[in-house]
């Protein structure tokens, strides 16, 4: 943690992240109008990072796992989400003021009452009885509440004129994978365990949205089932790269995060066997690739009566921020609770052989990221503030592979040929790298508005450079400065940006 305080909160997400100024409101969705809470626009810098977020994983689990990456569609037929369990399942519970008629989510105000969990999963009469047994009334009238009701989230989007077919927002990026299953089989001759991943968003109709993009009713999913014949779970390549990796887990009835090894979690039989150890590992391995301390992560292992319906277990990865520990991952165990749904609604064989011509249904190991928390969470672990008053300087520790620019191009001042000399510069390495020029204002104040949305390295065309044909290149978190040839520049960027010693 960087000492970052709640009150810094909105400075953080809203100023850095959503729009590219810190002096500007952020962008809600459709900012001239009225606009329902939890939607919201990303800014140029925002939507910069955000992508390379995505491609981080992309090269770190996509390519190096040989997932296969599809890409479905948003709206489906409420035949599929039937099949899912989801048009009866999603649901959360609510209660309303009598008074007011605020609208709370039951296991939200009683977790903030009494600094407990809370189970979502609870029955109606036990959040009842919670409600009454520690004196919980409405925040903003303190009058009475309703009884609990559970609420479907479901996004409906019927589609047709005259009469119309029932179609909703998908509520996760998943089922698509599911449905597009048997044609992914016959067509990319798939060999267990194999996983199928795509990026996306989802829709669901939040009860009470709130912290900014965290919950929201319109949101990235970067999703992964990965399918495999269950008798066949301890049986996975690339173990021995994971077997020693240490895995921070918070078991169930444990107050203290254990550091235990992937082979460990399948020895001692806390997870259901190599499989899971092993994405378990890979998914700690891509956060820290991400900028996120080690000390900050955490796989919370998840009770029964706290698991989503389709689970048999759940291992919640989550990060330790200024706003408590934030979930970025649901990894589940989902068994053959999908491909058996949609197979019996729709009347497929889901069923697959394996190499001695034996049918078998395949079990799912899912790793569903949120792409707007963990946005939130490698920015808040990034945010640095040096010095006092005038001498205050903010900027984001970014990875620089997560920088919204690779770096920028500065002449030192507005003048004597200094401009043209850099605009030579610019011209060139903007066709290998992501470049931004700049000749406005002081160079202290180029610097700092670098500094603040990440940027990690600045070249500085000076007088010298007319005659040395060099530059000065900046390094965004320790100041320090080099001088490179310009002829080096693409060789010595190129290094800088994979991670080599500035």
């Not at 928390?373 to 592979?401: C, D, W």
């Amino acid at each position: 943690m960087n000492g970052l305080r709640k009150d810094k909160y909105i400075n953080l997400l809203f100023l850095f992240l959503l729009w590219p100024c810190k002096k500007q409101k952020p962008i809600a969705n459709t900012p001239i109008y009225n606009a329902p809470a939890g939607l919201w626009d990303y800014g140029p810098y925002g939507a910069a990072i955000r992508r390379k977020v995505i491609d981080l994983w992309r090269k770190e689990l996509v390519q190096k796992e040989n997932f296969l990456e599809i890409y479905g569609s948003q709206i489906m037929p409420a035949a599929v989400f039937q099949a899912s369990g989801h048009l009866t399942s999603l649901v959360d519970p609510i209660t309303l003021c009598q008074k007011c008629q605020a609208i709370y989510r039951a296991d939200k105000l009683i977790a903030e009452a009494t600094k407990k969990h809370v189970p979502e999963a609870m029955e109606e009469k036990e959040f009842d009885e919670l409600i009454k047994k520690n004196k919980i009334v409405c925040q903003k009238c303190k009058s009475y509440l309703t009884p609990v009701k559970k609420f479907n989230m479901m996004v409906s989007s019927p589609l047709g004129i005259g009469k119309q077919q029932e179609c909703y927002l998908r509520p996760e990026t998943c089922q698509t994978i599911f449905v597009d299953f048997d044609q992914l089989m016959k067509t990319m001759r798939i060999k267990m365990p194999q996983g199928i991943s795509q990026v996306g968003r989802s829709f669901r109709n939040e009860i009470s949205p709130r912290q900014g993009i965290l919950r929201a009713v319109e949101f990235s999913q970067m999703e992964t089932e990965v399918f495999f014949n269950p008798e066949k779970i301890n049986e996975i390549e690339n173990f021995e790269d994971v077997e020693n990796y240490k895995v921070r887990v918070l078991l169930q009835k444990e107050k203290e995060i254990r550091e235990i090894s992937a082979k460990e979690l399948v020895s001692k039989k806390i997870v259901s066997g190599k499989l899971v150890a092993y994405y378990l590992a890979r998914v700690q391995q891509l956060y820290e690739k991400y900028g996120l301390p080690t000390k900050a992560l955490r796989f919370r292992e998840v009770a029964a009566n706290d698991r989503a319906f389709y689970s048999k277990e759940t291992w919640d990865f989550e990060v330790e921020t200024s706003l408590g520990w934030l979930e970025l991952i649901a990894n589940n165990y989902r068994t053959d609770y999908d491909l058996k749904g949609h197979g019996q609604a729709s009347k497929k064989d889901l069923s697959v052989l394996d190499e001695n011509n034996k049918r078998f249904i395949p079990h799912v190991w899912e790793i569903s990221i949120g792409v707007d928390r963990t946005f939130y969470a490698i920015l808040e672990h990034a945010y640095r503030e040096e010095g006092e008053g005038e001498k205050k300087r903010v900027f984001l520790s970014l990875k620089p592979q997560l920088a919204p620019t690779d770096f920028c191009i500065f002449p030192l001042v507005s003048k004597e040929g200094l401009p043209k000399k850099a605009r030579e510069i610019y011209q060139e390495l903007r066709q290998c790298y992501s470049v931004f020029y700049d000749e406005a204002g002081s160079i202290g104040k180029r610097y700092a508005r670098a500094d603040e949305v990440g940027i990690p390295f600045c070249l500085t065309v000076d007088f010298d450079s007319l005659n040395d044909h060099a530059v000065t290149i900046r390094e965004r978190d320790s100041v320090e400065q080099k001088r490179v040839k310009i002829k080096d520049l693409k060789n010595t960027i190129y290094r800088l940006l994979i991670g080599e010693k500035f």
